[in-house]
């Protein structure tokens, strides 16, 4: 059965710190990789999608990575700004590039 | 675009109750999904679609029925509430690998 574990559950971080969240899957047999943002009382908006044939893939700030045969995926932020601040879940696509199994998400906070 | 419709957004059952949970989407997916998100669990497959007509179960479908009688609409019916169920739920509809999620349904039984 796949499990996807986040590291950390929390961070805090100052303004314009870069940063990077962790991802971990136990299966390495993924169809894709998904990052979420969450902000509280919403739902799941996607911000990039690997697939398993594919090492990372980048929007503006955002940079995902990964790394099928250690299983994990990592995001990375650049110059984080306060509207960044958000639960970031990661999810991967198991028996069926639809069917996502989740991670329990990392909340991050950027200080102004 | 209206993407993925839930409704209501903020529900309070009486155990025992039974209620139906409404998602639409207007973006003519195949593949929907009801999933529950509780403190702690993050996020759990309860339900799927794969087209009108068919549907399967994830990993926590007890006491939760569902039915996919036309591409848009995939409802999640409560047949008997249990202070269990109080969650957030999320309907999803996905084309190939990319997700699109409704508001959720922040949904209490006492």
């Known amino acids: 059965k796949q499990e996807v574990t986040q590291i950390p559950a929390a961070l805090s971080v100052p303004e314009g710190e870069n940063l990077v969240l962790n991802c971990s899957f136990t299966d390495s047999a993924i169809y894709n990789l998904q990052w979420f943002r969450q902000d509280p009382g919403k739902g799941l908006t996607s911000l990039l999608l690997i697939q398993s044939s594919q090492r990372e893939q980048t929007s503006g700030r955002l940079n995902a990575s990964l790394d099928k045969s250690s299983g994990r995926s990592t995001l990375y932020i650049a110059a984080s700004q306060p509207g960044d601040s958000a639960t970031y879940l990661c999810a991967a696509g198991a028996g069926g590039s639809e069917k996502l199994v989740f991670g329990k998400g990392t909340k991050l906070t950027v200080n102004p | ?110």
């Open chain 2, 1 to 110: 675009n209206a993407g993925v419709t839930q409704t209501p957004k903020f529900q309070v059952l009486k155990t025992g109750q039974s209620m139906t949970l409404q998602c639409a989407q207007d973006m003519n997916h195949e593949y929907m999904s009801w999933y529950r998100q509780d403190p702690g669990m993050g996020l759990r497959l309860i339900h799927y679609s794969v087209g009108a007509g068919i549907t399967d179960q994830g990993e926590v479908p007890n006491g939760y029925n569902v039915s996919r009688s036309t591409t848009e609409d995939f409802p999640l019916r409560l047949l008997s509430a249990a202070p269990s169920q109080t969650s957030v739920y999320f309907c999803a509809s996905s084309l190939g690998p990319k997700a699109f999620f409704g508001q959720g349904t922040r949904l209490t039984v006492v």
